[in-house]
T-cell receptor, first 115, second 114 residues
């Protein structure tokens, strides 16, 4: 199983809503990532979890709150988002965050629209 | 610091023609290099990676790339384009021995016409 599964595939939320994005992998990977991708742009790193601990926060606004309940799951909690936060949110995992030669496996993404 | 430059935001080829997507990197330490493909409304799929073993790397779907240190390049090629190759392609670099962040190029959109 080399899949990273993200749910939901699409999400429309109002600016006062609270919602969560979910990501799951069963490859035994110990690093998990959240990326944000705007149209016609490359993915931008948001957060990195290594061994279930937050290792990197790329100065992401606090309206985005990551959570790693266990080594297979990664959540992104959303609250009071702005329309400019509309984007494709990608989850990824890799064997190790420290070992640079390991590749990242990406999920299919959640297309988020904030209205 | 590491960076990646992809020359040409759009490349158009005929079906059956050679595909060449250009990637140049900048890195102060030996790099690890990756090519990813993204089909519309989907995530990224790894095509191939260079991790300092063979300089000519073969990937999935008939793609290959050659690491050229003297030219700081890692261009992606495929001898014969297929309609299904139409997608966005991203070159990415990671630095060995430290901060393990994947740095993406801006991407190249490949169009394949009959």
């Amino acid at each position: 199983d080399t899949e990273v599964t993200q749910t939901p595939k699409h999400l429309v939320m109002g600016m006062t809503n609270k919602k969560s994005l979910k990501c799951e992998q069963h490859m035994g990977h110990r690093a998990m990532y959240w990326y944000k991708q705007k149209a016609k742009k490359p993915p931008e790193l948001m957060f990195v979890y290594s061994y279930e601990k937050l290792s990197i926060n790329e100065s992401v606004p606090s309206r985005f709150s990551p959570e790693c309940p266990n080594s297979s799951l990664l959540n992104l909690h959303l609250h009071a988002l702005q329309p400019e936060d509309s984007a494709l949110y990608l989850c990824a995992s890799s064997q190790s965050f420290v070992e640079a030669r390991t590749e990242a496996f990406f999920g299919q993404g959640t297309r988020l629209t904030v209205v | 610091a590491q960076s990646v430059t992809q020359l040409g935001s759009h490349v158009s080829v005929s079906e059956g023609a050679l595909v060449l997507l250009r990637c140049n990197y900048s890195s102060s330490v030996p790099p690890y290099l990756f090519w990813y493909v993204q089909y519309p409304n989907q995530g990224l799929q790894l095509l191939l990676k260079y991790t300092s073993a063979a300089t000519l790397v073969k990937g999935i779907n008939g793609f290959e790339a050659e690491f050229k240190k003297s030219e700081t390049s890692f261009h992606l090629t495929k001898p014969s384009a297929h309609m299904s190759d139409a997608a966005e392609y991203f070159c990415a670099v990671k630095a060995s021995g430290g901060y393990n962040k994947l740095i993406f190029g801006a991407g190249t959109r490949l169009a394949v016409h009959p």
